[in-house]
């Protein structure tokens, strides 16, 4: 294991270089998604509260997205480097690696498939620390006057609430913001089991342009019912629809007190991801 693991370092410093294009990119998310997130209650849950009781969630909700901002997309890209790190390996691909290598039988002392599979999970963790750092380190610094100029505060100090101002310091903020952090690797690890799963990098594009395919014939089925161009472009896009409002419902409840228990969840999500990729990849294996 030790082994492979510092094989698998080795790769993501020499062979891996196209994710280092990814720190900067998380970097660059989360500082440029701060104003958006400023105002994410409005936008995603109620564009008009009312009740005190409903500005101060818009209040509460926009500081914790405000402090994990571009969590999100920085966990997708953690998943993102999970997943090329296990199909750019042609020792997991099955009928590929055998026609490249013409032995069948690894030679000794190769590591086994489980411990590959295990080892760019490690790799794939420890990667996304990096992304999460590079995340916190552009964000948080403006992140406390993006929160102390929020709307909520001066709309409830005119009717006479007084609110305590969120900072990071405080443990509802911390926790939420620590699980996140958190929440980088077993994304990482989901996309290592994700990937093993597809096993090729053909099969990744088969499934991506399914996708296409499917909103292109729901563009085309609305435009010839003479739907107008909107309409046509809703339907085109729906297929997508599920798995963003399941992405957006996740993300919502990370940011409440339950973010411990959304992290836990992924991590579980996680492992289980993993064992079925290692046997899907074992399956390939003998297959071959």
């Known amino acids: 294991m030790r082994e492979g693991l510092v094989s698998e370092l ?18 660059y998310l989360g500082w440029r998604l701060l104003p958006y997130n400023a105002h994410l209650y409005e936008t995603v849950i109620d564009f008009d509260p009312q009740p005190d009781g409903a500005v101060l969630a818009a209040y509460r909700t926009d500081a914790m997205a405000v402090y994990t901002s571009g969590f999100g997309c920085g966990c ?39 411990v590959l599979i295990f080892a ?4 794939a963790a420890l990667f996304a620390v990096v992304l999460a750092a590079a995340d916190m380190a552009a964000a948080l610094p403006t992140a406390a006057a993006h929160v102390a100029g929020h709307w909520g505060l001066g709309e409830l100090a005119s009717r006479g ?3 305590h101002q969120l900072t990071l310091a405080d443990r509802p903020v911390w926790t939420v913001v620590a699980s ?10 989901l996309g290592v089991g994700l990937g093993a799963m597809i096993g090729r990098w053909r099969r990744l594009a088969a499934f991506a342009g399914g996708y296409v395919v499917l909103g ?14 909107s309409r046509c472009l809703v339907a085109a896009l729906f297929p997508l629809a599920v798995p963003a409002v399941v992405w ?11 973010a411990p228990a959304a992290v836990a969840a992924t991590a579980v999500a996680a492992v289980c991801l993993l064992a079925l990729g290692h046997q899907s990849t074992q399956r390939r294996l003998a297959a071959a």
């Open 10 to 27: 080795r790769a993501l410093l020499g062979r891996s270089w196209p994710l280092w294009i990814l720190p900067p990119l998380a970097a």
């Open 76 to 114: 997708l890209l953690a998943m993102a480097a999970g997943v090329f790190l296990v199909l750019r390996d042609p020792r997991l691909a099955g009928r590929r690696a055998v026609r490249e290598v013409p032995d069948p039988d690894p030679p000794p002392g190769a590591p086994a498939p489980v």
């Open 120 to 123: 760019k999970a490690a790799v």
């Open 161 to 163: 609430v007084a609110v």
């Open 180 to 189: 996140g952090a958190a929440g980088f690797a077993a994304w990482a690890v």
């Open 216 to 229: 292109g014939l729901l563009y085309l089925a609305a435009w010839l019912a003479g739907q107008p161009a």
């Open 248 to 258: 957006a419902v996740f993300w919502i409840v990370a940011l409440s007190a339950w």
